[in-house]
């Protein structure tokens, strides 16, 4: 029974990622015909600028995106457990994001970028929103951040609420008795119970941060310039569309090693601080 599945999990993905493997040690351009080129490609892949460009951008994005969403998410986690009405609605609002289409998002925070903030900016007179960041190398990467923290946030509320059920409410009754006040019981009980789904958020955050892509094409196409052009972008355009098939199959296998590095040491520092019950 279990032959099926197999043939097309290996049809659909073992065999395409072989051929890929394959494909990244010649110079082939995605059409016609192809020379073995052996480690050439990969040698190349350090010495090219724009390729560096592209990691140290995105590893930069994903780093603060994932501080900012994990931020943003388990606060509000902690006020949608807390008695508060309506808390069951506003789980569903803060949902909605995450069930959106990126590309769609992406084309209205765009409409917003560039015409909303920056008429509200002109008209209060404050020059920050005056302009339309998307449209400055320095600036542009704020608005992808905006995006897809507000994006994502839905489904790391969602895991920090989950979390926060499994904290026996006694630990909060006992740390009333002894004078606790919200800050200490958030510190001293919640965050370190909540250690597992935190280790979980961070590790998804950041891979999903890692591969962002639909985010950029929305608003800056990866501009201007060059400015925010990360990784997955960067392979898309010099395989599909640059000749560099080959190539970017190199940079693709370093991308996938880059992003499994980081989850294993994400989870190895992380796991160390886990609380059992």
Known sequence: MAIPGFLLLFLFHTFPVIRG????????KGYGSYDFVGLKNYIELFNDSRVMDSYIF???????STILVNAFSLVLAVGLNAKIKFKNTLRAVYFTPHILSILIVGFIFKHIFT??????????????????????????????VVLAVWQSSGFHIILY????QTIPQ???????????NNWQKFWRVTFP???????VNLVVAMRNFMMVFDHI???????????????SLLIYRGGFEGGEFGY???????????????AVIQVKFLQRREVQL
């Open 21 to 28: 493997a394959f494909y990244s040690f010649t110079n082939w």
């Open 115 to 144: 015409y909303v903030l920056p008429e509200i900016g002109q008209t209060l007179g404050i020059e920050i929103l005056a302009k339309n960041i998307l449209g400055y190398p320095d600036l542009a990467w704020i608005g992808i």
């Open 170 to 180: 006694q630990l909060y009754e006992a740390a009333d008795i002894d004078g606790a």
């Open 217 to 231: 094409v929305a608003l800056t196409n990866g501009g201007p310039g060059r400015a925010t052009e990360s990784i």
């Open 58 to 64: 995105t590893f930069k994005f994903a780093v603060i």
């Open 248 to 262: 970017q199959t190199a940079n693709s296998i370093i991308y996938f090693i880059f992003i499994l590095i980081i």
């Open 161 to 164: 609420l989950a979390g926060l």
């Open 193 to 199: 119970l909540l250690a597992p789904f935190f280790t």
